[in-house]
């Protein structure tokens, strides 16, 4: 069965600084990936997804991904971080469409921001 | 578009208590998954419904059970509430064949 491993569960940066959170996947074919962001309280908003072709993927809010089928990674990315990017970040594997669709989530990255 | 909503946001029940959670997918979606996230987790697929059946399940007990209308909203019912049920409830919508999943903002359930 497919699985997320999120191996960061808590990451702090200073304003401005850059951001890469990591994730890696386990499954024999190249799945659906996904990033998502959760506010405190809040469902889940989708960042960027990558299905095939170009390996860097630019989402919303400045967020990229890098797919590299050799690492079985999906790492997230952002230059400079701002307060407001402050949450918990999941990455996501889904197989299959249709009826089978079903997204399989990591643990999260919590981050936190400082000033 | 309205896009997914949840209904209620928030409630609390009591251990042994029967609780029915309720989603609106966003409009063209017609397959609805729901999900329990747990804190401090991600969220775990408990099942999915299209052509108001259930089509995939996740590793829950049969107290959970569901319900997809004509009109391709659904219904998540817990009976026999634990208190480890406690979690926010996610509803997620596809069109069928799609991609991409949308989510509701949840419902929270607290079991006392």
């Known amino acids: 069965a497919q699985s997320v491993t999120q191996p960061d569960i808590h990451i702090t940066v200073s304003e401005g600084a850059s951001l890469e959170l990591r994730c890696n996947y386990s499954y024999g074919a190249t799945p659906y990936l996904f990033w998502y962001v959760q506010s405190p309280g809040q469902g889940l908003q989708l960042l960027l997804k990558y299905f095939s072709g170009d390996t860097l993927v630019q989402g919303i809010k400045g967020f990229e991904a890098e797919f590299k089928r050799s690492q079985s990674s999906f790492n997230l990315r952002k230059p400079s971080v701002h307060w407001s990017d402050a949450a918990e970040y999941f990455c996501?594997?889904?197989?299959?469409?249709?009826?089978?669709?079903?997204?399989?989530f990591g643990k999260g990255t919590l981050l936190t921001v400082n000033p | 578009d309205a896009g997914v909503t949840q209904s209620p946001t928030h409630l609390i029940k009591t251990r042994g208590q029967q609780v029915t959670l309720r989603c609106s997918p966003k409009s063209g979606h017609d397959t609805v998954s729901w999900y329990q996230q747990a804190l401090g987790q991600g969220p775990q697929f408990i099942f999915q419904y299209y052509e108001e059946e259930e089509r995939q399940r996740g590793n829950f007990p049969d107290r959970f059970s569901g319900h997809q209308f004509p009109n391709y909203s659904s219904e998540l019912n817990v009976n026999a509430l634990l208190l480890g049920d406690s979690a926010l409830y996610l509803c997620a919508s596809t069109p069928f064949g799609g991609t991409e999943a949308f989510f509701g903002q949840g419902t929270r359930l607290t079991v006392v």
């Open positions: 996501a594997v889904v197989v299959g469409g249709g009826s089978n669709y079903k997204l399989t």
